[in-house]
T-cell receptor
Framework: DTAVSQTPKYLVTQMGNDKSIKCEQNLGHDTMYWYKQDSKKFLKIMFSYNNKELIINETVPNRFSPKSPDKAHLNLHINSLELGDSAVYFC?????????FGPGTRLTVL | KQEVTQIPAALSVPEGENLVLNCSFTDSAIYNLQWFRQDPGKGLTSLLLIQSSQREQTSGRLNASLDKSSGRSTLYIAASQPGDSATYLCAVRSFDYKLSFGAGTTVTVRA
């Protein structure tokens, strides 16, 4: 009965590869986010979608492209992976005043 | 740009002691402030949310205060237990819906 789920949980890949992380929520919330948590534990917002429309796009390289096929899904595709992309990526939803986070995807780029 | 700072970065206390975790933010024009708990390798769990018009929120052994004018919030955890060991993150929401996080305070409660 997971509210916000992400797949995969772990992702290890070589530099230069293209990979995707998927996020699904069953809460019926309109707004979804992607966050990146770096090695220093700072969580930074990357993107926000509301009803499949992009509303926040922080200064993120063009290699990162979010896609929202429907209100319940927000996927993150990353092209030409670099070492600095290694981090934990969190998907989250927003309802009222609170945010609800997924379990995270730990991406390691070798 | 909102900057959120949490002090201390790490804290180790014996079981039963009260915990005091501090959070400060640079822009007082906030919508609300949320405290999260993060366990190793896990996602974030929301603990308490304080609206900008509120001074404090309580849930069980947890109490969070907010002083918007001075840009500070404090999370108190009474009678700490080993199960309270985790990283506690403070996050401030601005009116453009962006959530700015601190780096967290890693708490270890020794049995």
């Amino acid at each position: 009965d997971t509210a916000v789920s992400q797949t995969p949980k772990y992702l290890v890949t070589q530099m230069g590869n293209d990979k995707s992380i998927k996020c699904e929520q069953n809460l019926g919330h309109d707004t979804m986010y992607w966050y990146k948590q770096d090695s220093k534990k700072f969580l930074k917002i990357m993107f926000s979608y509301n009803n499949k429309e992009l509303i926040i796009n922080e200064t993120v390289p063009n290699r990162f492209s979010p896609k929202s096929p429907d209100k319940a899904h927000l996927n993150l595709h990353i092209n030409s992976l670099e070492l600095g992309d290694s981090a934990v990526y969190f998907c989250a939803t927003h309802w009222g005043n609170e945010q609800f986070f997924g379990p995270g995807t730990r991406l390691t780029v070798l | 740009k909102q900057e959120v700072t949490q002090i201390p970065a790490a804290l180790s206390v014996p079981e039963g002691e009260n915990l005091v975790l501090n959070c400060s933010f640079t822009d007082s024009a906030i919508y609300n402030l949320q405290w999260f708990r993060q366990d190793p390798g896990k996602g974030l769990t929301s603990l308490l949310l304080i609206q900008s018009s509120q001074r404090e929120q309580t849930s069980g052994r947890l109490n969070a205060s907010l002083d918007k004018s001075s840009g500070r919030s404090t999370l108190y955890i009474a009678a700490s237990q080993p199960g309270d060991s985790a990283t506690y993150l403070c996050a401030v929401r601005s009116f453009d819906y962006k959530l700015s996080f601190g780096a967290g305070t890693t708490v270890t409660v020794r049995a």
